[in-house]
Every structure is written in structure tokens, then in C-alpha cells.
T-cell receptor
Framework: GENVEQHPSTLSVQEGDSAVIKCTYS??????FPWYKQELGKRPQLIID?????GEKKDQRIAVTLNKTAKHFSLHITETQPEDSAVYFCAASAGGSYIPTFGRGTSLIVHP | DVKVTQSSRYLVKRTGEKVFLECVQD?????MFWYRQDPGLGLRLIYF???????EKGDIPEGYSVSREKKERFSLILESASTNQTSMYLC????????????FGPGTRLTVT
């Protein structure tokens, strides 16, 4: 089955800095890559996703890039703010089932 | 707005008890999922269901069973709770293959003593 590795497990940045979280996947058939954000004590929520026919996608301060050849994808957050502090999960799913395999999560801490 | 609710936010049970966790979604979603969330281990899939009365094992089904008698309701059952099942349990739903976003419930923090 699919295996998703996520790094780093913890990321500490100063407000205004950029943050990058990286994930690799093992199944070359994977074609959908969502990112979820989970604030402390809250449920995970989708913040951005990308499909395998696209190399990059942006939404305001967040962007996701996908390298299918290397089987890795990354989340980029620019101009970080304290409210970006949360656990971020990447995921990958294959074929038409969209049953995701999640990474272990990255705890992002943004210091004011 | 999609709403996914879970029957309890916190639950304390004793070893050997039968435990029911219930999840209800109000958006007519076909797919429903049960995850277990533990620090450092991410979200691990226990079971999922893509239709009423249909179920599929996920990555960690041992010690769990599920029931989906109605489209909007998906139950997770711990037949005989053990201390290593102490965890946060998250339910999720999604509408199908073309709109794969998962909507999560608030979670149930289960403690087995």
C-alpha cells in the first residue's frame, strides 16, 4: 500500500518567515494530494490540495508543489502569522477511490 | 455547511467493556471513515464505508468493528476495550470520488482504564 513520509515533525519559525513542509509518497499511482490543518483542540480541515496533472497551486499565502518524478510534494507558507500555528498533515491517495494515506504530521509553531 | 458530529467528546471506559462511538453526517455523503489519532503517528485509518452496509478494513482494524445501517450514520465498536485503545478517534465523511475532500468530526477522546 501507500506510504507517506512527512518532515519535519516540528517546525519553529518567527512571524513573517516562510515555512516549508515536505512529504514523499511511495505509490506512483497516487494522483490526489491534500493538506489538512488541525488547530489545537479542533478538527482537521482541508486548506489546499493538488492533483497529479498540476505542478503547483497557490491560495494567498499558501502554495503546494508536486514533483511526480521524485514522488514528493511540499507545502509552502509565506509571511507566517501566529494563527498559522497548528499541526499540518499531508496525504496521498491513488486511483478513483480517494482513500487517503496521511503523513504523521508537522507541528508548526510561529513565534510572534 | 457540512456537519459531522460525534456522540461524545470525552469517554472513559473500563477494560473489557463494549464501547460504541457514533458519527453522523448531514450532507448525504457516500463515504465515511474512522481514524485513530495518536501523537507522532498521525491519522491512521481503522475502517471506512463507501455505502450502506458496506465496510472495508483500513490499516489498523484489529480490535474494532463498524456498522453502517443508514447512510448518515457510521458506528465504531470496540468489542472488548483495552488500555492500548486509549486514543483520540476521528470520524470523517466525503462525497465521493470526484470531490474527495474529507470533513472531520470534532473527535472523541477515549480513555480506557
Amino acid at each position: 500500500g501507500e506510504n507517506v513520509e512527512q518532515h519535519p515533525s516540528t517546525l519553529s519559525v518567527q512571524e513573517g518567515d516562510s515555512a516549508v513542509i515536505k512529504c514523499t509518497y511511495s505509490d506512483s499511482a497516487s494522483n490526489y494530494f491534500p493538506w489538512y490543518k488541525q488547530e489545537l483542540g479542533k478538527r482537521p480541515q482541508l486548506i489546499i490540495d493538488i492533483r497529479s496533472n498540476v505542478g503547483e497551486k497557490k491560495d494567498q499565502r499558501i502554495a503546494v508543489t508536486l514533483n511526480k518524478t521524485a514522488k514528493h510534494f511540499s507545502l509552502h507558507i509565506t509571511e507566517t502569522q501566529p494563527e498559522d500555528s497548528a499541526v499540518y498533515f499531508c496525504a496521498a491517495s491513488a486511483g478513483g477511490s480517494y482513500i487517503p494515506t496521511f503523513g504523521r504530521g508537522t507541528s508548526l509553531i510561529v513565534h510572534p | 455547511d457540512v456537519k459531522v458530529t460525534q456522540s461524545s467528546r470525552y469517554l472513559v471506559k473500563r477494560t473489557g467493556e463494549k464501547v460504541f462511538l457514533e458519527c453522523v453526517q448531514d450532507m448525504d455523503h457516500e463515504n465515511m471513515f474512522w481514524y485513530r489519532q495518536d501523537p507522532g503517528l498521525g491519522l491512521r485509518l481503522i475502517y471506512f464505508s463507501y455505502d450502506v452496509k458496506m465496510k472495508e478494513k483500513g490499516d489498523i482494524p484489529e480490535g474494532y468493528s463498524v456498522s453502517r445501517e443508514k447512510k448518515e450514520r457510521f458506528s465504531l465498536i470496540l468489542e472488548s476495550a483495552s488500555t492500548n485503545q486509549t486514543s483520540m478517534y476521528l470520524c470523517a465523511s466525503s462525497s465521493g470520488t470526484f470531490t474527495p475532500e474529507q470533513y472531520f468530526g470534532p473527535g472523541t477522546r477515549l480513555t480506557v482504564t
